[in-house]
């Protein structure tokens, strides 16, 4: 069997596996963790959440569905996948549809729960998904739920500190990467679909502001915030805010041609490869990612995607492929789950309980890698 074939055979046994254990019957909902976890806290939100998490998923690690089938059916072309979007994916995200509160957005838990807030990164993550769905399957209504999405995103943004969205918009007390970075891909991919040049000044300012403001000049990865009440810089350092600024710069670099998109995105993957990879202990002449949010390595790998357009250089692509034959092969869960936050040394029973975002993820990194045909070398 090729690697092409096997990534799609991994991606499709893990989401009949995801399907099976997440999806709350007779619902277009799942669940946040499997096994159900009662006593479980969403720790992602601006305010630790004990409430709900027990009940369905947030909208974040639905989100991550949409992500996943989208991805299967752009490699497979699979009409399979385009019904899963209609009849699950779609009629579940309008659970979370805030039209209460204007402009309409996706709130962070299901409307029937009453009001919640209201995450920028969780309705640019949805926009996205919405424009690959128009471009899958030319249907206009994906295309008008990107573009409304936008339409929030622009009432999150002013010139407080330069430019820039804010995470939260009840609570706004900070501009992050995670906001901006994927807003500027967003705005760029909807350039791509509709020719609306204001779609293109977006993106290039977003890209630059998060650029002169977040990135660490000393390795030019990305830092992840900046607070609004005195400029301090929150200094983390995920995979994916260095994963969107990574494809931001590739598609400017696609749509305009100019050389210092290039260079930039150059420097940036290097920079990725070496703090979010480590060499393999089991395949010495091969890098593999450290553990870590495994969601976020998959928006990592978005970034490297869209540079391979470019360059066609399979060398990060292969250190991906290595970690996740790898990954597979170790994993013995009888459920075929997979633990988060680790790519190495995990056998898939280290976990009590598995995030649904985790399943999700690795879903669409098996699918997105298999549209390549790269060899395992």
Request: proline share 3%; aromatic share 12%.
């Amino acid at each position: 069997m090729s690697t092409k074939e096997l990534l799609i055979q991994h991606a499709t046994s893990l989401l009949d596996s995801t399907l099976q254990y997440y999806h709350i019957k007779e619902t277009y909902l799942f669940s946040e963790n499997y096994p159900p976890e009662q006593n479980a806290t969403a720790t992602y939100l601006a305010e630790p959440d004990t409430a709900h998490v027990h009940k369905a998923a947030y909208l974040w690690p639905t989100s991550g569905m949409f992500s996943a089938i989208n991805a299967l059916l752009k490699v497979t072309g699979d009409e399979r996948y385009a019904t899963l979007l209609d009849s699950l994916i779609l009629p579940g995200l309008q659970c979370y549809h805030d039209t209460v509160r204007k402009p309409d957005a996706y709130q962070s838990y299901l409307t029937s729960s009453g009001l919640s807030d209201r995450y920028y990164d969780d309705n640019i993550w949805l926009g996205i998904d919405f424009v690959e769905s128009y471009e899958l399957t030319k249907k206009p209504a994906f295309l008008e739920s990107a573009e409304a999405i936008w339409h929030f995103l622009e009432s999150g943004r002013d010139t407080l500190l330069g430019d820039g969205i804010y995470w939260c918009e009840q609570k706004k007390f900070s501009k992050n990467t995670c906001s901006n970075a994927p807003a500027a891909v967003l705005a760029l991919k909807l350039y791509r679909a509709t020719k609306n040049e204001l779609y293109l000044k977006a993106g290039k300012e977003l890209y630059h502001w998060t650029k002169n403001t977040l990135q660490d000049m000393a390795d030019d990865l990305y830092f992840d915030n900046i607070r609004l009440a005195d400029a301090h810089i929150g200094k983390t350092k995920y995979a994916y805010n260095s994963g969107q600024m990574l494809q931001a710069g590739a598609l400017l670099y696609q749509l305009t041609g100019e050389p210092q998109y290039l260079e930039a995105i150059k420097k940036l993957a290097q920079a990725c490869g070496t703090y979010f990879f480590q060499h393999s202990t089991q395949e010495p002449s091969h890098k593999v990612l450290k553990d870590g949010n495994i969601w976020f390595t998959a928006i990592l790998l978005r970034g490297f995607e869209e540079m391979y357009r470019i360059d066609h250089n399979p060398r990060y692509l292969h250190d991906f492929i290595t970690t996740l034959d790898q990954l597979w092969a170790c994993n013995k869960n009888k459920e075929g789950l997979f633990d988060d936050n680790r790519f190495a040394g995990s056998d898939g029973n280290g976990d009590t309980h598995k995030w649904l975002l985790t399943q999700a993820a690795l879903i669409e990194m098996y699918a997105r890698l298999s549209a390549f045909d790269i060899e395992k070398q």
